[in-house]
């Protein structure tokens, strides 16, 4: 079954730290880019980071850039997110999403979702 | 980058048909054919029912179409059923290689 399981999450004081990690298995982790898209409660869904198949491109939202940084781990199926200087609208449900490859482009979509990771910043 | 528009709520019968519209500019939507739809259920993850505009995944329901004309993209749901009640969100890439998300449509089914 492919899926993606992320942890991490928990509560953090401004200008604090966390480090999401994302667990992918069900598939080649090494042959997909990868994605983080967050969720405050109760609004819209947010894409934050993106990090290409073999990691050399990597792409961030403006509200996090220089504060979060996106990295994985082929040996160990695993992406990660590491988020300093946190903010409380930083507080959200983190999602990692698998990038769809298509016509050109190797995240025209997230395919897969996993289940999210809570940060609360309080 | 700003989110893209999409109106708050739809709402329809049973049976019938709706769209749901998702507006955007020349440097994200309207630039690039890499528009998706996303279905979210309360308390799950959102899951794909579009790509690439028109594109649906295996095992979407072929109810589920989209469209894309200029600077505006739509979903149609045909045959409305109970279980698509959800939020539905459209998204783009952008010129900026990034991607946004519409605020989110809330499908009501009368």
């Known amino acids: 079954e492919v899926q993606l399981v992320e942890s991490g999450g928990g509560l953090v004081q401004p200008g604090g730290s966390l480090r999401l990690s994302c667990a992918a298995s069900?598939?080649?982790?090494?042959?997909?880019?990868m994605n983080w898209v967050r969720q405050a409660p109760g609004k819209g869904l947010e894409w934050i980071a993106y990090?290409?198949?073999?990691?050399?491109?990597?792409f961030y939202a403006d509200s996090v850039k220089g504060r979060f940084t996106i990295s994985r781990d082929s040996a160990t199926n695993s992406l990660y997110l590491q988020m300093n200087s946190l903010r409380a609208e930083d507080a959200a449900l983190y999602y990692c999403?698998?990038?769809?490859?298509?016509?050109?482009?190797?995240?025209?979509?997230?395919?897969?979702w996993g289940q999210g990771t809570m940060v609360t910043v309080s | 980058q700003s989110a893209l528009t999409q109106p708050a709520s739809v709402s329809g019968s049973l049976g019938q048909s709706i769209t749901i519209s998702c507006t955007g500019t020349?440097?994200?939507?309207?630039?690039?054919?890499?528009v998706s739809w996303y279905q979210q259920h309360p308390g799950k993850a959102p899951k794909l029912m579009i790509y690439?505009?028109?594109n649906r995944p295996s095992g979407v329901s072929d109810r589920f179409s989209g469209s894309k004309s200029g600077n505006t993209a739509s979903l149609t749901i045909s045959g409305l059923q109970a279980e698509d009640e959800a939020d539905y969100f459209c998204?783009?890439?952008?010129?900026?290689?990034?991607?946004?998300f519409g605020a989110g449509t809330k499908v009501t089914v009368l």
């Open positions: 998204s783009s890439y952008t010129s900026s290689s990034t991607y946004v």
């Open positions: 069900g598939f080649t982790f090494s042959s997909y880019s």
């Open positions: 020349s440097s994200d939507l309207g630039g690039y054919d890499f």
């Open positions: 690439d505009v028109t």
């Open positions: 990090m290409s198949s073999t990691g050399n491109s990597i």
């Open positions: 999403a698998r990038g769809l490859t298509g016509s050109g482009w190797d995240a025209v979509a997230f395919d897969i």
